[in-house]
């Protein structure tokens, strides 16, 4: 690159995007790579603070911003992932579908630690609508020397993509609602009004429900009944505190589905429970859910839609993001709620 005077620039090439910001009302480029300057265009120049410009001149072995932006967003982008760009020297993520975004952390720590390249994404789990931007990457420098390049693509190779999308499956859900109040009639069930609208909204249907009393054996027979059923998650609510009619949990024990963890660094969601029936997971949803308007539920649930099975270890690290602010109105979950 070579920087020249404006007024010397005439009939020359522009090496690099240059930026015009309107405070408040617009960001961009003025004038664009690849630009052939001409006499008029000085006093814009001038205008937007651009005294000197870079005109291009690679060398050999040097590559410009633009195509290692892209390069990169190839090396970079995994399943369901589009690029736009390059504008400015930067590509941008966009997920081709809704589901949940998958990041590899530590490649991006080594990438942004590599020099020179950074790399900047939503955070992992975020739910995301088709055509969603998720990230970008770029250059620091106008330039770069292709090695550098090459050896980022090469961890692809190596590690596989840093960003993706899961998609979200359709699940045919069963529900089991406990509690001694709802079997006899006493208070009206709203699993429907609650937790039944969030699971249509993202497509999936609840095709059998069950109310059964405090009852350990019913409990455990409601459940076995799903088993051999067609259903792919099991929802399970009330009885999951610790007061003496609470046996929700035995039942589960009972019906000899393993319980992979109750009790979460989550808030809403403490004591919610989640295990395995024959390969299909339970969800034990504690009160929280029928309050809150974003809880642990929401935040296990789309992910179990994408296909994940979670561990121990996974809902451990929940606990950095996952107490909830309580904001009204409620943003979730365009939040750190449950990101991890």
Not at 13 to 21: E, K, M, P, R, S
Not at 31 to 42: A, M, N, Q, T
Not at 218 to 235: P, R, T
């Amino acid at each position: 690159m070579k920087k020249i005077r404006i007024e010397d620039a005439v009939g020359m090439i522009l090496g690099h995007d240059v930026t015009q910001i309107i405070p408040g009302q617009y960001k961009g480029p003025r004038f664009r790579r690849g630009h052939l300057i001409k006499e008029g265009d000085i006093p814009e120049f001038i205008k937007i603070g651009k005294e000197h410009v870079y005109v291009m001149e690679l060398k050999a072995g040097v590559i410009h911003e633009d195509e290692a932006a892209l390069r990169l967003g190839r090396a970079f982008s995994g399943e369901n992932i589009d690029l736009t760009g390059p504008s400015e020297g930067k590509v941008t993520f966009l997920s081709k579908i809704s589901g949940i975004l998958k990041v590899n952390l530590s490649l991006l720590h080594r990438i942004n630690l590599s020099g020179n390249i950074i790399l900047s994404t939503l955070h992992r789990h975020t739910p995301c609508s088709q055509r969603m931007a998720v990230g970008a990457t770029r250059i620091i420098s106008l330039t770069a020397p292709e090695r550098q390049i090459e050896k980022i693509e090469n961890w692809r190779d190596k590690y596989g993509p840093v960003v993706e999308i899961l998609p979200y499956r359709t699940l045919n859900v069963g529900v089991v609602v406990t509690g001694n109040e709802f079997f006899h009639g006493r208070t009206e069930d709203r699993f429907d009004d609650r937790v039944g609208k969030k699971i249509l909204n993202f497509g999936s249907q609840v095709v059998k429900k069950q109310i059964v009393p405090d009852d350990i054996q019913q409990i455990s027979k409601a459940l076995l009944e799903f088993q051999d059923a067609n259903i792919d998650l099991i929802l399970i609510t009330g009885g999951l505190s610790v007061d003496p009619d609470d046996v929700t949990r035995a039942g589960i024990k009972k019906s000899g589905a393993k319980i992979i963890f109750y009790g979460t660094p989550v808030l809403p969601g403490a004591m919610f429970l989640y295990g395995m029936l024959d390969g299909k997971p339970i969800l034990g949803l504690p009160a929280c859910v029928f309050y809150h308007k974003a809880t642990l539920f929401d935040v296990i649930f789309q992910r179990i839609l994408a296909g994940e099975v979670l561990s121990r270890r996974e809902i451990s690290l929940l606990g950095h993001g996952g107490f909830c602010q309580g904001c009204d109105p409620c943003h979730f979950p365009v939040c750190p709620f449950g990101k991890g």
